[in-house]
RNA sequence: GCGGGAGUCGCCCAGCCUGGUCAAAGGCGUAGGGUUUAGGACCCUAUCUCUCAGGAGUUCGUGGGUUCGAAUCCCACCUCCCGCACCA
């Protein structure tokens, strides 16, 4: 049994100990790999260790292909979360304080210390990072800081005043989740059940004006505007007369309530009840009089308490009517629908078939849910306007809506009246949340095209691994919008130029990879704080002013800061981002909008790299279920480097990997017997090569070339498998023909072979590797020693051939014993030797090579050379020549038309017949087709091809 | 609705990017054998169908198409999963 934590610890000594990591400019080219740091909140658990270990690979892997690789780690301390949860501590809430001490062990003493949520960030920080330290991850944190360190705040101030300066902020409003009691927004972290507050802006108001009154409705779909016949109150409420400003609203109690956090001045100033005002008439946006009747199923506490009705559209409405049509209202017998959209599958009015085809029986029944929900999803996918809604005639309804919402909005009649969607919401302090619209809002204004361009443009130059998610990205800015970039609570930075907000978590999250070029000058105490003023960031990272102005200003020397400028100028752009799939709508693109917005072309984003999540037992990790486990539980029970190639080797980049204990086994006991291995090889001079060798040097070179390639790209997944578990079936071979020939010299072979297998294994498991460097003999680092360099020279085309004819020949033994369930007495092979098939042979070779395999071409061609023209004497050969060939791939035609010929009779019979011997327990003869002294009873010969003798079995 | 992903031989799952080496890796299960006092663990062999000479047939959600050739490329359809914001 290996001691992963001894093993670990010691390597973990030695890098930090000789500052392996500790990346300063030098002349070597760099990389500059960077993770989204992380949120301090939780300990981490195996679903965060992803992305770090999947970063700190690609890291490590660059550190030995020879880059100058920095790799630094920041905390996000930015937000909200930690109020949330100081709060309920102070509280003394049983399932906050049950969390933590029972699912992430966090001692008592520190607990106490959470009424604060700085301690809590700070506490999780540590945690966190001694996790980072224990999975091996080669950061350098010299350059650590956390985002509400004064040194961050000076640049956060320096980003968001640069990003206003270049008309990238505006001011307007938006609606938030907003506890009434608390004076607050709420999100998650405050409300109860931790339930998102989420907030359905798609949901509009509508005036139409009623005498001295407004009489205002809300809907979902402004467009249907057109198809008004009638509105709908219910008689039996006591409705508000409500002063909204300069107007007054006739509008229900919950109603007055909800837009009085709409900026609006309310004032409650009489009442009025359904019944007096149905049988009246209201005037619609365009001067149509509008008759207002009675209807049950309008709820005051929805919307306005009123309702617009569409009967043509709207299946409630429809069936509304057509119950006051029953009762023979008088005014409701003068009213039809008025259809306003065209929709494949439905007729003229079809709200009227919907309702009819489901069997709806009244205004109350429950069905009509179903029907509303069916049919305005159908006319919003398919549905057309027609020509009653004038000049939006033939618009199709889900691009038409937008436009008579404005068209509505600038007439003044259309106002947004956002909704909480999920309501009830309630707030810790028990109160129910309510809609806020809050003005003077600061937004990102991603909206903006010319913006979006620039990040395009940056996105079509940009590496993205994989590359299947770069459509998703595209996706995500063209729906874009504007973004609120501060709140009113959290850590943060306060906005410089509005004290009375700090700049929201996602917006000071997405350039400061440049803060980290710099932070270890102000870690170290070589600048402070203090010194870091706009001048100094403008001339440092824009190159914008010069030396004096930064050097005035900052009153720092101009050689520090030149040298700060120096190692900016080094280490950017960053050369590869590493993220979670999660952050790709939001993270990942305003990293990339920032980025452009801020800084020259030559400073963009060379590359991102986006992982899926991490399954535990197939199933979704949550604090409810109980299946987190923290990752420094599993790095102590279980050993960082098993962890890691467990994560690594459960799924490629974008899918969700499985985390499981059986993988977690497997890969110890591979990783033990692979150190065992290594312990027993010495560093001894390669034996004469024999076929065998020189094939296994060969399969070496293209384990290393894969390998090299499948890292690259990121496909960690393959890339393990490959040198993991892949190559053992090339392995096993060789050992069994090496057994088979009784050699005991190939030390020296397997040694130079696990020496490229340990060294390509030391990025992915870079403590046990160093073990088994160790153990190899060598004095250095596994994980500071070259790269393998794949070298085609040492690719021996001809052993690939042979070898694989070998092996061809004993599945064709093994399949006609199989077949004819005979039991050998002896086997003979006959390969061909006639010189006119092998011409014939080559020549199909240098047809075929190129993908050609069509009998008629192919014979063509034969017949045309007189070399080969003998091809029509044996049509038969041909045509299994070609079979032949045709299975075969490009790669080895090539190969075998690049080689020269071989002596097949000489290699089966010195090479096959020990291993033969040994598999089916008989001696093997091997005849040339011309052979004088041929034993040939059956006639056998004749069917010799080139790589695919005959066989004889008596 | 918009967007993304997936559907493979009893099950899980690879292959698809870069078409031919694919009846298709690996694991589980199942069957036979070995080892073991027994159990377990481990090792070997087999595992779509047919076939007493290395062969043939039918398979990769469904239906088309491109190609000499498709699990792989293109189109349509069906089914399932995930995300849709001011929150880290």
Redesign the pocket.
Known sequence: MINWNEIETKWRKVWNDSKDFETNPNEKQKKFITVAYP?P?SPQHIGHGRTYTLADVHARYYRMKGYNVLFPMGF?Y????VLGMAKRIQNQEKEILDGLRNVYHVPEDAIKTFVEPIKIADYFHEEIKSGMIEMGYSIDWRREFTTIVPGYQKFIEWQITTLKENGRIIQGS?P??WCPDDGN?V??HDTMGDV????DDKNFLVKFNFGEFIFPVTTLRPETIFGVTNLWVNPNVTYKKVQVDDKVWICSEACAKKISFFEKQVEIIGEINGNEIVGKLAINHDGREIPILPADFVEPEMGTGLVMSVPAHAPKDYQALMDLKSQNHELALKIEPIPIISTPDYGEFPAKEICEKLGVSNQTDDKLEEATKDLY?KE??DGKLNEKCSQFNNEKV?FGRDKVRSYLEEKGTLEKFPILENAPVKCRCGAECVVKILNNQWFLN?GDEEWKNLARNCFDEMNILP???K??FN?VID??????CA?QQ?LGTTLPWDKDWIV???SDSVIYMAYYTISRFVNDGTVSPDNLTKEFFDYILLDKGDIKLAASTSKLAEDIINTMKKEFNYFYPVDSRHSGR??V???LSFFVLNHVAVFEKKLWPQEIVVNGSVMMDGAKMSKSMGNIIPLRTAIRDHGADPIRLAIISS??L??DADFNMESVTGIQSKLESLLEECSRLENTPLPELQAEDRWILSKLQSLIGTVTESVE?MRLR?GLHDILFSFESDLSWYHKRVQAKDRDDINGILYKINSARVAMLSPFAPHIAEEMWQKLGNNTLASKTQWPEFSDDNVDATSIQSENLLKS?I??IA??LK????TPKKIVLYVTSDSTKKKIYRKMLSIMVG?Q??MGIVMKELLSNPDTADAKKMPDFVQKTIKDL???????KKMKLESDNFDEKEFLSSELCSIGKKEFGVDITVFAESDSDIYDP?G?AR?ARPF???????
């Open positions: 949120y909140n996000h930015t937000g909200t979360p938006h938030v989740g927004p999100s998650q998102e507050p989420k907030i999803a919003f996918s889900q991603y590359n299947n998610i459509t998703e996706e729906w874009l919008h504007e973004r609120a709140r959290g929201e978590s996602l999660d952050l709508q939001n993270h799924a490629e974008l899918q790209k393959e020949t599945d064709d399949n006609i077949v004819t369930k005979i993908g395999n069509n045709h299975s075969e791939s490009e790669e080895i059956k056998k069917h695919k003798p005959a066989i004889l079995i008596e």
